[in-house]
């Protein structure tokens, strides 16, 4: 199976090569049950309701937690686009900033932007550090963490739904940026301390991805 990933004229945070890549892991796997943490405008969160349609037809779900827009700590990274959403294609600021007047990273346009697979997904709004405590995910079996970038956030996130979904034999937790030594130095000193804890093995992905199976 031949898989694409589109960016449906949107921002995201995989670019093309590295969306294909990170829908062959889905696919690998073929979950039923998908969390995104940092849903950003919800391109990942539409390739990956695509391609579980594909493999289950309606037999599967999506959630997504995203600030859309909330404050979160002063150290997280906060990518520049999410400042005034900033775009370098002219046409693309003209039509999202001055004729739609649409901000992609908010709850209602990625609502929106999702409504053909709504009897699926569920978004929700709030800091992953709150919210993974609360919600109830333990039938999730991917988990695609990509959120808060700093250690601390991380490690929290990943904690919390370590212990929501341990029993789930096989499930994955896949961490983007997990080597970025440039610019995020968060995420891999977090996932390193938290396999360390648990015992677990992570597998690196092209230098970018931390594959965690449990
Ligand atoms: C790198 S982007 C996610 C990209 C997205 N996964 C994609 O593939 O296009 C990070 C997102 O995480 C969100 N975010 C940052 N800190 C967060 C937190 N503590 N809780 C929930 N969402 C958070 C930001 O609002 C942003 O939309």
């Avoid at 892991?25 to 990942?44: A, D, R, S, W, Y």
């Avoid at 309606?58 to 995203?66: A, L, T």
């Avoid at 970025?180 to 092209?206: C, M, N, Q, W």
Wanted: charged share 30%.
């Amino acid at each position: 199976m031949t898989i694409n990933y589109k960016t449906y004229w949107r921002k995201t945070g995989l670019k093309k090569n590295w969306g294909e890549l990170f829908l062959n892991i889905v696919n690998e796997h073929k979950p039923k049950n998908f969390l995104e943490v940092g849903v950003f405008c919800g391109v990942t969160a539409r390739n990956v309701c695509e391609l579980l349609k594909e493999i289950h037809k309606n037999e599967f779900k999506y959630i997504g937690v995203d600030l859309f827009g909330e404050k979160s700590s002063k150290d997280e990274i906060v990518p520049n686009y999410l400042n005034k959403q900033k775009f370098s294609n002219p046409l693309k600021n003209l039509f999202y900033n001055f004729i739609l007047r649409e901000n992609l990273n908010s709850y209602e346009s990625v609502k929106k932007f999702l409504k053909e697979f709504s009897g699926n997904v569920t978004l929700i709004k709030g800091n992953s550090n709150t919210i993974l405590k609360s919600f109830d995910f333990k039938d999730v079996d991917f988990v695609f963490l990509d959120g808060g970038h700093s250690f601390e956030t991380v490690f929290e996130d990943l904690n919390l739904i370590y212990k929501k979904i341990s029993n789930n034999k096989g499930a994955v937790i896949l961490c983007d940026d997990y080597d970025d030594s440039s610019y995020i130095t968060g995420v891999k000193k977090a996932v390193d301390r938290f396999v360390e804890g648990k015992k677990l093995k992570p597998h690196i992905i092209r230098s970018r991805f931390a594959k965690i199976v449990i």
